[in-house]
């Protein structure tokens, strides 16, 4: 799935958000509770690695894309 690969990419924050909120979107309108839970799961999962970098002096949102 589209969303799914660009979920495993390494972007800027604002792209990421960018990223999960149309997924959580279309998840909302065509997926299951099931699907959304799990939208709503590898967001968190993103913004804690994230901010796991960020603590060890690694911003790469100055660095990518």
């Known amino acids: ?16 958000r960018f990223v999960f909120q149309k997924w959580l979107e279309y998840e909302e309108k065509h997926g299951s509770p099931k699907d959304v839970e799990q939208v709503k799961s ?8 994230l901010q796991s970098r960020e603590k060890d002096g690694e911003d ?3 660095d990518e894309n």
């Open 42 to 49: 590898l967001a968190a999962q993103y913004v804690q690695k």
């Open 1 to 16: 799935e589209l969303y799914s690969r660009m979920a495993r990419m390494n972007m800027k924050k604002r792209r990421a």
């Open 60 to 62: 790469e949102d100055e």
